[in-house]
């Protein structure tokens, strides 16, 4: 038999549940994910992670909400910069309704990153920090290594060409230090960072710049040096902190996770037409390959951007009428020069058939992350963002020494001039390089024509910030790479403007497709189900996987890891 009692404390519990105040709160420890993995098993390894997404629509969402009485956040440093700064402008918008916000952390960098976490930690209106902590506010720093002497000693030559002198994936594997070119790209992306960090900070301390760099050159500081420096606003634990925004949200207010409240109102049912129009948000993101998008299960692996999981993408979006604009989010070092024509042509056919395209750039959208995203409309990169990279690099390793000193013999027949044109046992002849160089000028010369086509400008305008330099989004925008300096709000806003639609508007994901969709076999390359992602099973086994004739990342490679943190 039911008890009476326990029904009524359900039903009291769900309506405390719509109508108690709420204190949002948000954990950054171990980051955010960019977008939910396409494929079904890293989807399930995932599912506890919080979705940047669900905190942006989560945040806007309260700013108008009156049980909403305050926000805290725990910083934690595995958040890069561009998704950083799209983190303040959230919660300065959040601070703007006039909401309490509390950023508190244990430390700023234990013996490790302490700038951009204390750079997102500026944007709240408190910062609260342990008092054992530090605040590693030291500045930015970009290493990178040469490996032409240890592949030297290893028995291994590169072999590599390049279009142009910026293009230094090839510097990497064949230079033991900086070209002067190398050096003053990366310098300037250095400072441009730097520049961004300096006046976030000095602005929402009261402090001037010059008194913030004099404090970057002192650090790490301690907890009370920072505290008596004005880094922070007070030294406490974490049951100090959440009894100080207790006492001013209200006893009864209840903690509430950002993405749980979002999720919350997401599945509310509400009242719309039937037919109503929306935003299409379709996500690029990791290395740009032929196929299907999909995600390495090994470690560090990450995601890969598939043409014909994009295309998909794009042609569901315009041939559904109640899409009246095109959100594409990239965030990828590039990758297969025929994958990214491939995407950029669809992003042309959408314009073409009347769907406004607008791209959101994250942490990295360069060399094919900049090919895929220049047909848009409007390109949006938040000023750290690193972008450009307008060239292009192939080349391979020679072994031969190598394998020679580990006592393996090659033995090889073929049938063609250029049979084992990219065999890493035999260097290239005189005509292989004819046609490589070939390649490599027809690419350069269709990825800088379709540059200029894309942002309105000559050819000669666009080599001089070509020849594949990087920028940061700050530079690209001052130079005309990029149009708006923002986020994915930003982007969502400026679609739903050009459609002509209401600022509530809602998103949908292209391409969607059931769970019971993933289980039937696709009827034609048209059908939603053709491009679903793919789990890869080959990781950091890639270059094993080329060797067998399967797709690795491609010219149109960003080298290196790029995040500042």
Wanted: hydrophobic share 40%; no cysteine.
């Amino acid at each position: 038999m039911v008890d009476p009692g326990k029904v009524v404390d359900l039903i009291k519990d769900a309506r405390d549940r719509r109508t108690v105040p709420l204190i949002l709160e948000l954990d950054l420890t171990d980051g955010l994910v960019e977008t939910a993995p396409a494929d079904p098993l890293t989807a399930i390894l995932s599912i506890r992670r919080t979705h940047l997404r669900d905190v942006l629509d989560g945040l806007r969402r309260a700013r108008t909400d009156s049980r909403v009485r305050a926000l805290i956040v725990k910083i934690g440093s595995g958040i890069g910069l561009a998704m950083a700064q799209e983190l303040r402008d959230a919660v300065r918008a959040f601070r703007d309704a006039g909401k309490p916000t509390v950023a508190w952390a244990e430390t700023f960098g234990e013996t490790g990153h302490g700038t951009v976490p204390y750079y997102l930690a500026t944007a709240f209106e408190r910062i609260y920090l342990q008092p054992s902590g530090d605040v590693g506010l030291t500045g930015v720093s970009l290493e990178e290594p040469f490996f032409k002497d240890a592949l030297e000693k290893a028995g291994v030559s590169p072999r590599f060409a390049k279009r142009h002198e910026y293009k230094t994936m090839a510097n990497t594997f064949m230079e033991n230090a900086y070209t002067p070119e190398h050096e003053e790209m990366s310098s300037r992306l250095v400072a441009s960072i730097g520049e961004q960090i300096t006046a976030g900070v000095a602005e929402a301390r009261g402090l001037t710049e010059e008194q913030v760099r004099k404090l970057i050159d002192r650090g790490p500081l301690l907890a009370d040096e920072a505290l008596d420096a004005g880094l922070v606003d007070k030294l406490g634990y974490r049951d100090e902190v959440y009894a100080e925004v207790r006492a001013q949200a209200g006893e009864d207010a209840q903690l509430r996770y950002v993405a749980r409240y979002n999720r919350a109102h997401s599945l509310t049912p509400r009242l719309s037409r039937p037919r109503q129009d929306v935003i299409a948000l379709i996500q690029g993101h990791g290395q740009i390959r032929l196929g299907r998008s999909g995600r390495s299960p090994m470690p560090g692996q990450g995601n890969a951007m598939g043409s014909d999981t994009i295309g998909a993408g794009f042609r569901a979006a315009v041939k559904d009428d109640r899409v009246k604009a095109i959100v594409f989010r990239v965030n990828s070092p590039g990758g297969s020069a025929v994958a990214s024509d491939a995407i950029w042509r669809e992003v042309v056919l959408a314009r073409r058939a009347g769907k406004p395209v607008i791209v959101s750039m994250g942490d990295l959208a360069a060399s094919g992350g900049y090919y895929v995203s220049v047909a848009a409309d409007t390109i949006v990169a938040q000023p750290g963002t690193f972008t450009g990279s307008i060239g292009v690099v192939v080349g391979k390793p020679i072994v031969n020494n190598l394998l020679e000193r580990l006592g393996i013999g090659v033995g090889s027949v073929e049938d063609g001039a250029h049979a084992r044109m990219f065999s890493a046992t035999k260097d290239f002849s005189d005509s292989e390089w004819e046609r490589i160089n070939t390649s490599l000028d027809r690419i350069y010369d269709d990825f800088t024509a379709k540059v200029a086509e894309g942002r309105h400008m000559s050819r000669e305008q666009v080599h001089e910030l070509a020849r594949g330099r990087v920028w940061t989004g700050a530079d690209a925008r001052r130079h005309g790479l990029v149009d708006e300096l923002g986020g994915l709000d930003l982007a969502l806003d400026l679609a739903r403007k050009k459609a002509g639609l209401a600022t509530d508007a809602p998103v949908r994901v292209f391409p969607h497709t059931a769970p019971l969709d993933r289980l039937r076999p696709p009827e034609s390359s048209d059908d939603r189900t053709a491009a679903r992602a793919r789990l890869d099973a080959w990781g950091s086994l890639s270059g094993l996987a080329n060797r067998l004739g399967l797709p690795a990342s491609g010219p149109l490679t960003l080298p290196g890891s790029w995040d500042i943190r």
